[in-house]
């Protein structure tokens, strides 16, 4: 939950005076996203969220993802379309703040993503990848490889008071995938957060793919690590073969992945699940005293790097290769 | 801002099958209520919002208030009515807790309340006071005079920490309405917490009053007094009189204040000032280490309640009688 910035009505009304998105009605500051303050607005033309992007939001990565979420949107991908303002601009300031509108979604995330979310979301994320083929900026991915040291940097040496031996298990694992990280896989534009509260469902039916801050140029194979080890275990930890199969078959027969994306897929599965160890590490050690935020567990993502160090080969997600391969 | 009881979509859809409002299409937690978590609810039918009653909303009480705004709205009082579920009942339980859902209301708060703001609250107010006269249910204030002293015993004691001398002022001003509260002036249902956050406008036009979990029976003229206090001071703490006598105007041409009211209502502002310091100043002892919701200031009512000390009549408030008298 963010720390709010209010806007007064008056104030907002004047900023929407630069926007062709009708008359304002209302509006609510949302409980939702960690990093910037959201709002729900109805206007006589419909419902938008305007957000105002808070401290770590870099100003010179929001032209990359509102761009990105027009491009994808005008190529049919359903998320949202950043309204642009009378100058053309699809962000400006509000409150001292860079802010933005983009149209509502309707739609609610899974709580419990059954095997139907997970093939609905791998054939959502290959059919992301094709549209964004042909975006034309680029974003250097900071959380890939390359960043995970300066996290382990940060949040090692206390790593063990989270559990024990943690500390030398995360720099083992850093050390090897640092050596042999692929370099030769398809890269495109990728969402590299995509977990189940950014993907929304009206009913079976997913009607959308929410929340971009993250997104980036990076290999397109590790979004699908990212969202095998976000979306197929169950909340006991165990790996759900079967939503792992719905999830692979459905990318592959949208964008079928090479033999070298299958092959590496559990590598990456295991940076995908390092990745996320360091930065709940982090965010667990930098807890503000009395926050209302419960930092999410980093053990659960130890518990995912084990079982992705197990994995061989694809036939180990429940997947034969008919399924996915080029 | 409140702690949020998150609710999965599963579980809501469920819940609202037992209501006539539409299937649901989208929630989110919103950063309004301090008290309870609030979604907003977007349907086929329509926007609603749901409140989930936390730990100090006594579930005795909510017959009371949203049965209360069902017979207000009846009687063409803009306020939320709630929906009846299948059962008829007004509220039931949804995450272990009482959960209501209510008509959204358009509209916005006024940060900066002008002097027709003033106005369309005193008729408001009055209008609200006659449609409540045949409301047949009844609740003690529990925040009148009779309140007042438990709350000094709880803070009291820290006053002079937040300004030096604050506890023999608060102290001596208790005493003083103790011994001087009106036991003879008309009654009814009161709002009791009508502050600008509370009344929602559509450009110049009032389009609701909302938040009614502290209504109950009280004298009619101290609500016209707390609604004085919030409404008609500055920012820089100045009494602007001429948001006083458009809002005791406007209230006295819908409902006319006896003689006997007008003479108390001097005293009924220094009661209404004292209600909200001490509240404030329970709060402000009260405050978990490290909460991102700032307390809000006693010292604001201080300075209200020496001004009103200073009222005599109420021309004071810039009023000749004849706008408001019976």
Same mark, same amino acid.
């Given at each position: 939950m963010a720390v709010y910035t209010d806007v007064a009505a008056e104030e907002l009304a004047e900023f929407l005076r /630069?926007?062709?998105?009708?008359?304002?009605?209302s509006y609510k500051g949302i409980? @939702? /996203? %960690?990093e910037n303050s959201n709002f729900l607005l109805h206007t006589s033309c419909g419902s938008f969220i305007l957000t105002l992007y808070e401290k770590? %939001?870099? @100003?010179?990565d929001l032209p990359y993802f509102l761009s990105l979420m027009a491009h994808l949107a005008e190529r049919g991908v359903s998320c949202p379309q950043p309204a642009r303002n009378r100058n053309g601009e699809v962000f400006s300031r509000l409150a001292g703040r860079p802010a933005a509108v983009i149209n509502f979604l309707e739609g609610m995330w899974p709580r419990r993503p059954n095997v139907g979310h997970c093939g609905a979301v791998g054939e959502a994320l290959a059919k992301m990848h094709l549209a964004g083929l042909d975006f034309p900026m680029f974003r250097q991915n900071p959380l890939s490889v390359a960043g995970w040291r300066p996290l382990f940097d940060l949040a090692g040496s206390r790593a063990d008071s989270v559990q024990a031996g943690l500390r030398d298990f995360v720099e083992r694992e850093l050390g090897y995938l640092e050596a042999?990280? #692929? +370099?030769d896989l398809p890269v495109g534009v990728i969402h590299a957060d995509l977990f189940p509260d950014n993907v929304f469902f009206l009913g079976d039916r997913l009607s959308g793919l929410i929340d971009f801050p993250f997104s980036c140029n990076d290999i397109l194979a590790y979004d699908v690590a990212i969202c095998l080890n976000a979306w197929?275990? @169950? !909340?006991?930890h165990s790996f759900n073969a079967t939503k792992a199969r719905a999830l692979l078959n459905a990318y592959g027969r949208a964008r079928p992945l090479s033999e070298g994306e299958q092959a590496a897929l559990p590598l990456l599965a295991r940076g995908a699940a390092l990745r996320f160890l360091l930065t709940r590490l982090v965010d667990f050690f930098n807890v #503000? !005293?009395? +926050?209302l935020v419960k930092p999410k567990d980093p053990l659960e993502y130890v518990r995912k790097l084990r079982f992705q160090q197990s994995v061989k080969t694809l036939s180990d997600y429940g997947v034969t290769q008919a399924g996915c391969v080029a």
């Open positions: /630069g926007y062709d998105i009708g008359d304002l009605l409980a @939702e /996203g %960690v770590r %939001v870099a @100003e010179d042999n990280w #692929p +370099a197929c275990f @169950e !909340p006991d #503000p !005293p009395g +926050a």
